[in-house]
């Protein structure tokens, strides 16, 4: 049964957070964030290029949007993980969706593994081994909900589109809030 009782973005913000705690520590870092990185480069090696670039992305979410959040200590909890996302998005929502388009690409990039500018559904299923590793059915499901087209593919409008719904929508029905599976 769904938490009705917490705001839809408080608890995508909160499964987010979970993802990027590399180490399960209950604090996020620059380390954390960069674990995705190497997380994604060893489910999608070879491409050092594309890497730096989600390395470089990711660095900037940390130092522009995160670590605002965590003066002093260079960690945050998940209340400052929340909280640092919701002040970028009403103090800088350009920035913030800039930074966030940028790390979209840059999974785009590494996810396509035949070159043709699209994630198809194993593409997909091979990023969530890299991000988190849920039931391959609960990403098939999501898979299908960020589909908005049908076309059996995810194309970079599609996964644009699911990015700001995840990061700044209420809407509980807004396909954008299965980006990174059920959350």
Same mark, same amino acid.
């Given at each position: 049964?769904?938490? &009705?009782? +917490?705001? *839809? ?8 957070? +979970?993802? =990027? ?6 604090? =996020? ?15 999608? /090696? ?10 470089? &992305? ?15 200590? #260079? ?15 009403? *103090?800088? /929502?350009? +920035?913030?969706?800039? &930074?966030?388009?940028?790390?979209? $690409?840059?999974?785009?990039?590494? $996810? %396509?593994?035949?070159?043709? #500018?699209? *994630?198809? =559904? ?12 849920? /039931?391959?059915?609960?990403?098939? %499901? ?6 908005? %087209?049908?076309?059996? +593919? ?5 996964? %644009? ?6 990061? &700044? ?15």
């Amino acid at each position: 049964m769904p938490d &009705t009782a +917490t705001p *839809v973005l408080t608890r995508k913000m909160r499964f987010m957070f +979970t993802l =990027l705690d590399a180490d399960r520590d209950g604090f =996020l870092d620059a380390d954390d964030l960069t674990a995705v990185a190497d997380r994604m480069d060893a489910v999608f /090696p070879g491409q050092p290029d594309r890497i730096g670039t989600l390395r470089s &992305t990711l660095h900037e979410l940390w130092v522009d949007h995160l670590a605002p959040a965590a003066p002093g200590s #260079g960690r945050i909890d998940v209340e400052a993980f929340e909280n640092g996302i919701r002040r970028s998005v009403s *103090v800088s /929502p350009v +920035t913030l969706l800039e &930074t966030l388009h940028a790390g979209a $690409c840059a999974w785009i990039s590494l $996810c %396509d593994a035949d070159g043709n #500018g699209l *994630v198809d =559904l194993e593409e997909y299923l091979r990023l969530n081994r890299a991000i988190g590793g849920l /039931p391959a059915q609960q990403m098939e %499901d999501s898979f299908r909900r960020l589909d908005r %087209d049908g076309d059996g +593919t995810l194309d970079p409008a599609e996964i %644009d589109a699911a990015v700001v719904e995840f990061f &700044t929508s209420e809407d509980p029905a807004a396909p954008g809030n299965w980006l990174y599976g059920p959350f």
